[in-house]
């Protein structure tokens, strides 16, 4: 119960940052992706906060012998670039490209009843089910790395 406290409440304020800086809506991205027009520089702001505080909190939080509320810690193993990730991760830039949302403020702002929104969840959500079947169809096994694995306490 603690968990799912812990992971709701994770989630409220990641949804009010996203609002509060108006990363909910398409314009923002549209607006950083327009380097030759009218070009709005918020979201690397947005970014670069996100990144700070990684860069300050990670190195001690992956010290802990675990997570404040699971056994262990899930992060990927894999290091390697390979024609999965490339294809992936240009579907996925032409994806918010397209309809300017990634998951995290598509998610919030279809909760807020955001139509086009409720139709980006929608199509992500098919659109991950076709590809875990697509590759559970391929390969007979989990993707690897699928579930991430164990990281030992330093």
């Not at 709701?8 to 304020?13: K, M, N, R, S």
């Not at 894999?78 to 994806?95: H, M, Q, S």
Request: with cysteine.
């Amino acid at each position: 119960m603690k968990a799912l406290a812990a992971s709701f409440a994770a989630g409220g304020l990641f949804a009010l940052g996203l609002g509060i800086s108006g990363m909910t809506r398409p314009s923002k991205v549209v607006g950083f992706l327009d380097l030759a027009g009218a070009w709005d520089a918020s979201l690397a702001f947005v970014m670069l906060g996100g990144v700070a505080v990684y860069a300050a909190l990670y190195g001690r939080i992956v010290r802990r012998p675990a997570p404040l509320f699971d056994r262990r810690f899930h992060l990927p193993t894999r290091k390697d670039i390979d024609v999965r990730l490339v294809l992936g991760a240009a579907l996925f830039g032409i994806g918010w490209a397209l309809g300017g949302f990634c998951p995290g403020p598509g998610l919030v702002s279809a909760a807020g009843g955001v139509w086009p929104a409720v139709v980006f969840v929608v199509g992500m959500t098919v659109g991950t089910k076709v590809e875990h079947l697509v590759t559970g169809a391929l390969t007979c096994t989990p993707p690897a790395g699928a579930g991430g694995a164990e990281v030992p306490p330093r």
